[in-house]
């Protein structure tokens, strides 16, 4: 919570325990829907239920749509049936196919009987499109004109349909048949003459993404063209809906949690950590913890492989940590970029080559260079002041085998991702963990490998 909704908290729970119910209301309408879901969430249940029955019909399903889950269920489980249809009336179509997601059965049925046969038609065929996709995002609640419209008869559709619909600002033309023909912002209406055509002043080109799409392109097309909102149509290029910027920023918010805990190695989840038991945050975490580790018992099984090359040369053994290391971070470097480009659009499948031909040219300079600096390690530190004996041959190895493990673990960082990425798998799964076990299975190989053959 905020820090500076803490004192409120407190106030409203003390209004309410002395029934001061008036002074409770005039605390509450003073906030904003965000922050009066906050306090109600942090509510027992015995005072959330009073609370939220304190607000305007409108704030209530404004607030009701920024719950949590767990909250939004308790709530509806003590609901009126009047209550329950208040809420369903009060959300936009996309919030609400949101909260039939996430509510049980029993409670899903008990929302939709309150719901007109119209509405309950929209919502399921909201909830039948794809978790990631354009369609599980959109709403149905936009302005549409007709091209023969003037000006003047547009402001009043806008007028007459505007209350119900999510968003005023953008608009988009369409002929008979639903098929989108331009787009226009109210904006432009204001400043042409009110005998003016709709379809004089529309834009033909329109960026738009099909029901079935990615959401995360709708992302992208957000970021790239600085929309305010994007149509959405079915294979038929029939408008069905349209996604607006504060659903793209849920998206967002959505995908780059997704990604940061599959790039450290969790399973990811919709459910806030505070809110996510023990248990469950335990059964995210230790599947993947038990794959790396066991992977990571391959090294021992080197070690123990090549055990007669470290008795010949025990200086080796001192570099092992420093050679695993460098080549785990060498990889996460380049696999953490490329997952990010991709999820930029930035990098295509079909720029491997580029990509390769980069990664290793960087590898080699930066191999060279961590190379050249343990060789002055070696020689100033090591041997002049610790005493330690190391010959110019293991130097040659330590070295040799360290530009060797950087090119290896930079080009492997970032060929997995687009690897994944063409197999269809997230690109996120390929990061540091998973790049770092694999390049300390390498870099040992390479070590061992060297020495036999120099040693």
Do not use: M
């Given at each position: 919570m905020t820090t500076w909704l803490i004192p409120l908290e407190k106030a409203?729970?003390?209004?309410?325990a002395a029934a001061q119910f008036d002074d409770a209301r005039t605390l509450l309408r003073s906030l904003d829907p965000v922050d009066i879901a906050t306090l109600i969430a942090s509510l027992p249940p015995e005072q959330a239920l009073p609370a939220y029955r304190l607000l305007p019909k409108t704030t209530a399903a404004h607030t009701f749509a920024y719950l949590e889950p767990d909250t939004q269920e308790a709530l509806l489980r003590l609901f009126t049936t009047g209550e329950i249809g208040t809420v369903m009336q009060g959300l936009y179509d996309d919030d609400a196919a949101d909260l039939l997601e996430e509510l049980p059965a029993g409670v899903v049925k008990r929302l939709l009987r309150t719901v007109s046969p119209e509405h309950r038609r929209?919502?399921?065929?909201?909830?039948?499109?794809?978790?990631?996709?354009?369609?599980?995002?959109?709403?149905?609640?936009?302005?549409d004109l007709k091209a023969a419209m003037t000006v003047e008869a547009a402001f009043r559709y806008i007028r007459a349909q505007g209350p119900n619909k999510?968003?005023?600002?953008?608009?988009?033309?369409?002929?008979?048949?639903?098929?989108?023909?331009?787009?226009?912002?109210?904006?432009?209406?204001?400043?042409?003459?009110e005998t003016a055509l709709v379809g004089d002043l529309m834009q033909r080109q329109v960026q738009f993404v099909r029901t079935t799409e990615d959401r995360e392109r709708v992302a992208q097309l957000f970021t790239r063209y600085d929309l305010m909102a994007l149509p959405v149509v079915d294979s038929e290029d029939r408008l069905v809906g349209i996604i607006t910027a504060?659903?793209?920023m849920d998206i967002l918010q959505e995908e780059a949690t997704e990604d940061i805990e599959k790039m450290a190695a969790i399973t990811p989840t919709d459910k806030p950590y505070l809110k996510t038991g023990v248990f469950a945050t335990y059964r995210t975490r230790i599947p993947w913890l038990l794959l790396l580790m066991i992977?990571?018992?391959f090294t021992g099984i080197i070690i123990t492989r090549f055990e007669a090359a470290l008795t010949a040369s025990v200086a080796l053994t001192a570099f092992i940590p420093m050679l695993m290391g460098t080549g785990g971070n060498s990889g996460s470097q380049s696999s953490v970029t490329l997952i990010r480009v991709l999820a930029l659009g930035e990098v295509?499948?079909?720029?491997?080559?580029?990509?390769?031909?980069?990664e290793l040219r960087i590898a080699l300079l930066c191999g060279i260079t961590l190379a050249a600096a343990v060789y002055v390690k070696l020689q100033l530190v090591d041997r002049l002041l610790l005493g330690v004996a190391v010959t110019t041959t293991e130097a040659l190895v330590i070295c040799l085998t360290l530009v060797a493990t950087v090119v290896c673990a930079k080009l492997l960082g970032c060929?997995?991702?687009?690897?994944?990425?063409?197999?269809?798998?997230?690109?996120?799964?390929m990061a540091s963990p998973f790049i770092t076990t694999v390049v300390d299975v390498l870099s040992l190989l390479m070590l061992f490998g060297t020495?036999?053959?120099?040693l």
């Open positions: 409203l729970t003390e209004h309410l929209t919502l399921n065929q909201l909830l039948r499109y794809p978790e990631d996709s354009a369609g599980s995002v959109l709403t149905t609640e936009f302005v999510e968003t005023v600002y953008t608009c988009y033309v369409t002929d008979s048949d639903r098929h989108l023909q331009g787009v226009l912002t109210v904006r432009e209406l204001l400043l042409a003459k504060d659903d793209v992977s990571a018992t295509q499948l079909r720029d491997i080559g580029r990509v390769l031909w980069k060929t997995l991702p687009l690897l994944a990425k063409r197999l269809g798998l997230d690109p996120a799964v020495a036999t053959l120099l």
